[in-house]
């Protein structure tokens, strides 16, 4: 079961450059979400989608853009790197109801 | 609206001791609460969860927690630390549904030998 498969698991940005993170989910969730994670600050939620074509911000979405074309994938795309973008990220997959979320192994982003 | 604080960033253990990490919650709506344990440079497991049913949550590793409505809290704990439990863990509160996670800040657990 390869459950969230994010790629690339680390990667370092110059200033100003742009790049996608992805994500991929084999257990047909509709409910996907993407966080960055913080020294202190714990789990911020970026933007999330409800399935295909449906995306909505969270709570830090300034400098980032999503799109959700299938069910399976949900890419995050920083337009202009910026070094407050250097953080760990995290895509979340999840099935209605009172379910978990579950984690990809995170995708560590240094902007230098 | 809904909130998770999570009190202490830090607790120190010894092995064998209970261990015991808090969790206060806001929610407007009956909240769905969780526990996530994160080992170091890995994505985030499931501990165990709370969904309204019995107030008492077994969950993996020897873990429970108990919802008490009246202290709006969702403590973590377990009898007997293991060095194996040094970890951060999140507290997290959902409404339900498609109803967005709100994570707290985490709590990193040291156990001591």
């Known amino acids: 079961n390869a459950g969230v498969t994010q790629t690339p698991e680390f990667q370092v940005l110059k200033t100003g450059q742009s790049m996608t993170l992805q994500c991929a989910q084999d257990?047909?969730?509709?409910?996907m979400s993407w966080y960055r994670q913080d020294p202190g600050m714990g789990l911020r939620l970026i933007h999330y989608?409800?399935?295909?074509?449906?995306?909505d911000q969270g709570e830090v979405p300034n400098g980032y853009n999503v799109s959700r074309s299938t069910t399976e994938d949900f890419p995050l795309r920083l337009l202009s790197a910026a070094p407050s973008q250097t953080s760990v990220y995290f895509c979340?997959?999840?099935?209605?109801?009172?379910?978990?979320?579950?984690f990809g192994q995170g995708t560590r982003l240094t902007v230098v | 609206a809904q909130s998770v604080t999570q009190l202490g960033s830090h607790v120190s253990v010894s092995e064998g001791a209970l261990v015991l990490l808090r969790c206060n919650y806001s929610?407007?709506?009956?909240?769905?609460l969780f526990w996530y344990v994160q080992y170091p440079n890995q994505g985030l497991q499931l501990l165990l969860k709370?969904?309204?049913?019995?107030?008492l949550v077994k969950g993996i590793n020897g873990f429970e927690a108990e919802f008490k409505k009246s202290e709006t809290s969702f403590h973590l704990t377990k009898p007997s630390a293991h060095m194996s439990d040094a970890a951060e863990y999140f507290c997290?509160?959902?409404?339900?549904?498609?109803?967005?996670?709100?994570f707290g800040t985490g709590t990193k657990l040291q156990v001591i030998p």
């Open positions: 979340a997959s999840q099935a209605p109801g009172d379910t978990e979320a579950f």
């Open positions: 257990m047909n969730h509709e409910y």
């Open positions: 989608s409800v399935g295909a074509g449906i995306t």
């Open positions: 929610s407007s709506v009956p909240p769905y």
């Open positions: 709370y969904t309204s049913a019995a107030t």
């Open positions: 997290a509160v959902s409404g339900g549904g498609y109803q967005k996670v709100t």
